[in-house]
């Protein structure tokens, strides 16, 4: 059984998954909007990866014996200046989201969770992941700066990437 202070912690970090996929939705209308169908499909994917972190804490919550309770999903941002800041936005997000997961991992310890622990693991390990993603983008883009035209190659990279759902454990 989830404690209450646990139980409340990954309910909040629901609500921030849902937030980050909100988020994500919202750079790939502005990528497309803006003639950058790589980078918005890049985007969408990346959205997809947050509806599946929300289902993996929602699923844990339900089978440890707590109850959901979901909030309000603030409204995302709706414009950025540049692909450059979109990119740079990501990275930012993300860093924040490492944030709460090691949050997320103080409490667990704090509640002596071992089990929270053992499922928190994954998470701490999937942000060193995010963060390199970004930042591998955010390199990429800046490669550009001195020849825009070389965007439209990075873009057509970034059309490349499948959303590849996290594999099921058991």
């Known amino acids: 059984m989830l404690s209450e202070k646990m139980q409340d912690a990954i309910n909040e970090q ?12 919202s750079m790939s209308a502005w990528l ?18 947050e ?10 919550v339900l089978e440890r014996g707590g ?15 540049s692909a450059s800041d979109v990119y ?3 990275l930012e997000h993300e860093q924040k989201v490492t944030g ?3 949050s997320l991992m103080d409490v667990a310890v ?17 942000q060193v992941e995010e963060e390199a993603s970004a930042q591998e983008v955010i390199d990429k883009v800046k490669l550009t700066s001195a020849n825009p035209g ?12 499948v959303f590849t759902p996290p594999e099921s454990e058991g």
Do not use: C
């Open 110 to 126: 704090d509640e002596k969770d071992h089990a929270a622990k053992i499922f928190l693991q994954w998470f701490v390990e999937e």
């Open 67 to 81: 109850k959901i309770k979901l909030g309000a999903i603030n409204a995302p941002q709706a414009s950025w200046e």
């Open 14 to 25: 629901i609500n921030a998954e849902l937030f980050s996929a909100y988020l994500y939705l």
């Open 150 to 161: 070389a965007m439209f190659m990075v873009d057509k990279d970034l059309g490349s990437r």
């Open 51 to 60: 509806f599946t972190h929300a289902d993996k804490f929602f699923n844990y």
């Open 32 to 49: 497309a909007d803006n003639g950058m169908p790589g980078g918005a499909n890049w985007m969408k994917v990346q959205a997809m990866e």
């Open 100 to 102: 709460l997961i090691n």
């Open 88 to 90: 740079n936005g990501v």
